[in-house]
């Protein structure tokens, strides 16, 4: 059958969107925009014990903030809202009677306390086939009874009836068919009178069919779920319009050992969410975005986590993604969470990304560090970064490789001293002031074939001198191609600096 592509990205706003997650709102992204489908986002709050504020927020500025739009939902509207569950309560109500109705489903009145004696009466309970008529429910009462229960306020739940012995064959796309036997199942519950809203599975379903979705991508965790969900389009008649299922793989451990966690994070020093997040009265969790990535680094790096585009390429835009995208190239195996493979990615899009675009980027840096940013002129900055950017992985960094053109050394490092710095090298640097003053153009490359021929000339130790040179300028014998520094210091500050190091630096 040939039906429009719709996919959902489905969150239960229980917390920060986690990683993971976000890399299955990427999948469904991207499978939308490669098949002219439409990306929906609905909010799955129907568990209002684990509700938590602000979720909602955290994950809609983490998808605009990664470039994932969003074509229906809260904000964006469409035909098919409300997008969110806990405004659905009525679409569910007919869906439960219906159910209910056409005997698919019961009523159960067992109370907390008395499920928990049962459990603990019968060992490996399960509330199915094999205990149902053994429990208070709208199948063991007369219906005078159950009317009366419920006409009287007492609290139930709805279950799903489910036959035993039947084999249920979820058709997962990147999996192939799973059978399993509904006996393993349970009667789930669907729906709870106590706060009048379905639980997850009914509400999912219900909503998947409405919605007119044809495609469930989502993380391996829910494959669990599935067979009861294949029960579930069948008990309304719905299984030939139920989308196709694509269970996506977990993200594991850096070392592969086990599902990607929090901790994780913690222990290794990487961020496990897109942005940071302020609990109420908690502890803030880092994110990708203050850590100093750039999205689309995260994009790229999050979208080979799990799949590939067919050959060994690795460097893709959003546009490349969604051109290359497909199922056929998805693992069905676990993926390893290589956030120094992150940290990588975002060293590429740094040097990809034009010198004068992350000069900008420098400067709140910069005045951070309590530099007079105004006193420098664009295009100085921008050279500056072109200078020093190949060796960074983050904006941030840009300043430890790149300080020393914004204030002058105060301290010289002891190692370099002692290996660069020897009795004769305060007459040497002297005269290499006086040919640095000789010089009408100071730029690097008219700069450099006096001062090395100025070196040969003279018989000195060409690594030597040039270090000392450096040292006195940088602080350091490291940083980069030296009369590309003095080119940007200007003569003036070179000398200055070459004097206060013959001052300075005691042998
Ligand atoms: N609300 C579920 C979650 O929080 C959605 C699972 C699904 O996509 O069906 O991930």
Redesign the pocket.
Known sequence: MNRKVRVRF???PTGPLHIGGVRTALYNYLFARKNGGDMILRI?DTDSNRFVPGAEEYINDSLAWLGITIDEGVKEGGNYGPYKQSQRRDIYRQYVKMLLDNGKAYIAFDTPAELEAKRAEVPNFQYDASTRMSMRNSLTLPKEEVDKLIADGHQYVVRFKIEPGVDVEVDDLLRGKVTINSSVLDDKVLYKSADDLPT?HLA?IVDDHLMEVSH?I?GEE?LPSAPLHVLLYDAFGWSDTAPQFVHLPLLLKPDGKGKLSKRDGDRLGFPVFPLEWHPEGGEISSGYRESGYLPEAVVNFLALLGWNPGDDTEIMSMDELISKFDFAHCSRSGAKFDYEKGRWFNHEYLQKMPDAELAVLFKPVLAAHGVDVDGYSDEFLAKVVGLVKGRIYFVKDLWDHAKFFFVAPDEYNPKDIKKRWSEDTPRIMTELIEVLNGMDDFSSAAAEPVVLGWIADKGYHLGNVMNAFRLAVVGECKGPHMFDITELLGKEETVKRIQRAIKEIAI
């Open positions: 489905a969150p239960s799955e997850y999912n469930v989502r829910w």
